[in-house]
Nanobody
Framework: VQLQASGGGSVQAGGSLKLSCVAS????????WAWFRQAPGKERELVAL????????EYKESVQGRFTISREDPKNTVDLQMNSLKPEDTATYYC??????????????????WGQGTLVTVSS
């Protein structure tokens, strides 16, 4: 699977960004998809997940109500709309295909492809 994430940039606190990820080489619709992020000096963490059948979404508590994950299966894309951004949202954001088909589970250690990520910088 090849992943191309885009949409990152520099914004002031309170601003918005929309990240997009295009996947190739994947049977996209069979998988759940997720966005992770990694801030300098910190571990990578799950930010949002959308299930293969769109029935389930999961968000990191600190982004709940501010971020929205979505997907368009015909275009093999998964997006992350980020509103009311805070300086603590500063990180490199990565999209990822969750490991198993028809599953909502997304253990980071089993993810095989990360792509290059896209940097989000939020200034106060």
């Amino acid at each position: 699977v090849q992943l191309q994430a885009s949409g990152g940039g520099s914004v002031q606190a309170g601003g918005s960004l929309k990240l997009s990820c295009v996947a190739s080489g994947s049977t996209f619709s069979k998988y759940s998809w997720a966005w992770f992020r990694q801030a300098p000096g910190k571990e990578r963490e799950l930010v949002a997940l959308i299930s293969w059948n769109l029935a389930y979404k999961e968000y990191k508590e600190s982004v709940q109500g501010r971020f929205t994950i979505s997907r368009e299966d015909p275009k093999n894309t998964v997006d992350l709309q980020m509103n009311s951004l805070k300086p603590e949202d500063t990180a490199t954001y990565y999209c990822a295909q969750c490991p198993a088909i028809y599953s909502n589970l997304c253990p980071m250690r089993r993810i095989e492809s990360w792509g290059q990520g896209t940097l989000v910088t939020v200034s106060s």
